[in-house]
């Protein structure tokens, strides 16, 4: 009998400019229109939390988290095609709100496209819901896309 794979293990760690050649080149293969190179250098320029999961040594998924005046804002997660639904986003997210939670934030929010099936999933799973919406705020083949905007209320101790 042939023995599955290991899993090899995986760890979160802070986004370094060097890791923005695997970051763009995940996000250029997941989205059709994509953040640029210069996007992500901005982001790490203007001290957003980005971070990385890295998997063999290689960025496996990434995300971007905006946080200020109490609130925190997802600018993206993503998570290398070949590896998706293997917990990797779960892993990223629970990393961000945890760091949101660290920053003492009482409300976390992102948007979302409403035909993104899997990523909804994964936020209704994690407790956020819709809270508005926002007209034609995407790109599209077809004109502009609507986004969700989902929130989630982070308890704070006292
Ligand atoms: C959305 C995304 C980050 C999810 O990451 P992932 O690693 O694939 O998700 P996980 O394996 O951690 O799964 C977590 C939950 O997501 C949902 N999910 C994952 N794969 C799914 C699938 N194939 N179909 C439906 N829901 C799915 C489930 O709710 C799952 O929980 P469960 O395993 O208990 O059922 C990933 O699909 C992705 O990178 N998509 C492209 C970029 C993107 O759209 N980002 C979101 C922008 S707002």
Same mark, same amino acid.
């Given at each position: 009998?042939?023995? %599955?794979? #290991?899993?090899?293990?995986? /760890?979160?760690?802070?986004?370094? *400019?060097?890791?923005?050649?695997?970051?763009?080149?995940?996000?250029?293969?997941?989205?059709?229109?994509?953040? !640029? *190179?210069?996007?992500?250098?901005?982001?790490? $320029?203007?001290?957003?939390?980005?971070?990385?999961? &890295?998997?063999?040594?290689?960025?496996?998924?990434?995300?971007?988290?905006?946080?200020? +005046?109490?609130? /925190? *804002?997802? $600018?993206?997660?993503?998570?290398? %095609?070949?590896?998706? !639904? &293997?917990?990797?986003?779960?892993?990223?997210?629970?990393?961000?709100? +945890?760091?949101?939670?660290?920053? !003492?934030?009482?409300?976390?929010?992102?948007?979302?496209? #409403?035909?993104?099936? &899997?990523?909804? +999933?994964?936020?209704?799973?994690?407790?956020?819901?819709?809270?508005?919406?926002?007209?034609?705020?995407?790109? !599209? *083949?077809?004109?502009?896309?609507?986004? /969700?905007?989902?929130?989630?209320?982070?308890?704070?101790?006292?």
């Amino acid at each position: 009998m042939i023995s %599955p794979r #290991p899993t090899p293990p995986v /760890a979160i760690r802070d986004m370094q *400019h060097d890791d923005l050649a695997m970051v763009s080149d995940i996000e250029r293969r997941s989205y059709e229109f994509p953040w !640029s *190179h210069g996007v992500f250098r901005d982001c790490l $320029l203007a001290g957003y939390q980005s971070i990385v999961l &890295m998997r063999d040594n290689r960025v496996a998924g990434y995300g971007i988290l905006s946080i200020a +005046a109490g609130e /925190a *804002h997802i $600018l993206n997660l993503c998570i290398e %095609p070949e590896f998706r !639904s &293997m917990g990797y986003g779960e892993r990223l997210l629970d990393d961000m709100l +945890a760091r949101s939670r660290l920053a !003492s934030v009482r409300e976390i929010l992102l948007e979302v496209r #409403p035909s993104n099936t &899997m990523a909804l +999933a994964l936020y209704r799973k994690k407790g956020f819901y819709q809270v508005a919406k926002r007209p034609a705020y995407y790109q !599209s *083949h077809e004109g502009r896309e609507d986004a /969700a905007v989902l929130a989630k209320k982070l308890v704070i101790d006292d």
